[in-house]
């Protein structure tokens, strides 16, 4: 790890770039990131079923975790008196930190926003929480994460009135997060909002810009609108970010999101999708996702995927992880999430390359056209029940 | 690993005695196993939550697992075709495998028991099985453990006419068990039953050392007799059993159960108590057993256990441990089996240490003296529970 500057501890270096597809490494307090890069997500505090060591040995740069959850349980106070998030879960690799107000539309009970933040009641015990700008940056500096997101609404990417708003506010909070924001060993990020309008997108990139944060975050993506439409908005609002900050595309995603995005010029990405999908037996491969419960697995002896690298593959045959997931055993769901998190990494990695050698383009055709994306159909419902759940109301 | 004897595969060599405590090794094809041993249970041909690289880096010699379990799911005959339980399951250290007999009367349905057998019905899905000496034979000469069980039965310890029919039952299967068996790599050893009377015990005893098994298993004891009932069986049966063969205490169990048990003679246990109680939050240590779901670890940076070596111990905090546990996340359990195990590896090394030297029975009194043996009513309350489940009808 080189020496951090410690007057400027967020740097982003661009070593590479192949048309809009850039290669680069963001500098943190707790080491440097090597993008585009996947983060996994440890919602409370653990990237499910791992350890830290198993993250690092996954080449895993940096994770996230979630303001919302860590505040309901155990406590933004409990985890700075043990020392920090960091030292809390011995991870000392880079984290970044949500703002909790995705989790809060989508999981808190009794929520009501006014123009100074939101309050609503914890989905664990029901208790009254308020989030504000300034409360969240307070939480997130307890936590101590290198990268932190301030307070913002995420609205219905295509209702042009929400998203008005939404702009509206998630740009007045960000002025009050950086008045609030104290850690230079943290990087707050600004997030642009906009939904699929492009003009509102520009209107929050400017806005944004202006404040000169140190990375800028696409927020309000791939929350019900079509693939279509969240590649021509990466299109519209990348090129309006600055080229010495990264691009933060948030809640993405799947291989083919990842590399359309990186096609548009995004470094970062985090997603619950390899974790949760290998946890109900959900395999990546480079043909695309497999379950391991299918029957046809009842006696195969071979790995998940021939030639992939990873510890479940090199150890365990198809039929043995079926069994573990038909017999409800915990080793199942580790090992495939080992598989999983290698095969974003691994992708991750191949794209880092890829660019570096002039050939990324190329690399995402040839890896999308034997790629298999799947359940379109599954993705559409379960946004349209996110939908539902939010059931944003702005007053 | 010692060249294997190839004629003789299974010989038990005595390293030192204290009393009545042996210090030795048991050889098996897949290698040596220090006595006195600690089996970890692997119900499902996988110790809970653990990858069989944890459980080398634990020093775990031999695991357990089960007949019943794995005849119903997936079934010998896709373990034989995928190389055998060792190949299936990664681990390629010695493996016990039980008869069975025992989950057929606490799990499984419509149980009859027969001269010949027993008939039950499978608790996944209701199918129909039949368990005879010869059948378990052969499902366990598929699996291919190092150690095998023959078909027994368990009786209620107290009930004289029961335990009179299990011994005769259990004498009789024995023969039939041994017939059936060919694989000279496999130890197929003998079930000593009794329940709590010396003259059954006895009689069960010189039965079958007469037919001369490479090594004797006591069963029928823990499971609703009282501690002092158990320790006077195990001085009872215990000299009755040949010196040069190793001696087995099936289903024990509690650190105070193990000492006890070792300073009768006997050299190999198995228990699902350490991965059990770790799941539920139960955390062994040299004081007592505490769980760490109590809210007087929410705050508590310390280890588990200041001064143990296990991995948890190395990295997390009590209130991190905590923290997993409220908050439903695996990598707790993980956590905790992975510290109950060293916890229980670390007990038998230091009993062994302790025979070497001559100094057991002061060990076993120190280590008493600090250990707070706990749960006595729970353990009786579980105890009356498993008899009203077995409801052993004997025709």
Partial sequence: MRPMNEKQPFVYE??????????????????????PAFAPVGTQATVKTLTPDELHSLDVDIILSNTYHLHLRPGEDI????????????????????????QVFSLAHKRSLDEDGITFRSHIDGSRHRFTPEAVIRIEELLG?????PLDICPTPDNRREVERAVELTNAWAVR????HSRADQAL????????????????????????????????LSVGETKEEMYATLSAVVPLLPADKPRYLMGV?????????????????DCVLPTRVARNGGLLTREGRINIRNARFARDPNPIEPGCTCYTCQRFSRAYLRHLFKAGEILGLRLATIH????????????????????????????????????????????????????????
């Avoid at 020392?83 to 107000?101: E, K, N, R, V, Y």
């Fill in 14 to 35: 661009l070593h590479a770039q192949d048309g809009a597809a850039r290669r680069g490494v963001f500098t943190t307090p707790h080491g440097p990131i090597a993008m």
């Fill in 253 to 269: 995603g799947t291989p083919e999101d990842i590399l359309e995005a990186v096609a548009r010029g995004v470094d970062l990405f």
């Fill in 340 to 395: 999983n998190i290698h095969f974003m990494e691994q992708l991750m990695k191949d794209i880092r390359t890829a660019i570096q050698e002039g050939r990324f383009y190329q690399f995402k055709d040839e890896f999308l056209s034997r790629y298999r994306i799947s359940d379109q159909e599954a993705r559409h419902k379960n946004k349209l029940a996110y939908r539902q759940r939010r059931g944003l109301q702005v007053r």
């Fill in 145 to 149: 994460a290198d990268i932190i997101m």
């Fill in 79 to 102: 985890i700075a008196e043990l020392g920090g998030l960091h030292q809390f879960m011995a991870w000392d690799g880079p984290i970044l930190t949500d703002s909790g107000g995705f």
């Fill in 189 to 220: 990020f600004g997030i642009v909002q906009g939904g699929i309008f492009p003009d509102l997108r520009r209107q929050a990139a400017e806005f944004l810009t202006a404040l000169d944060f140190p990375g800028y975050a696409i927020g309000g």
């Fill in 177 to 180: 997060a950086k008045q609030a």
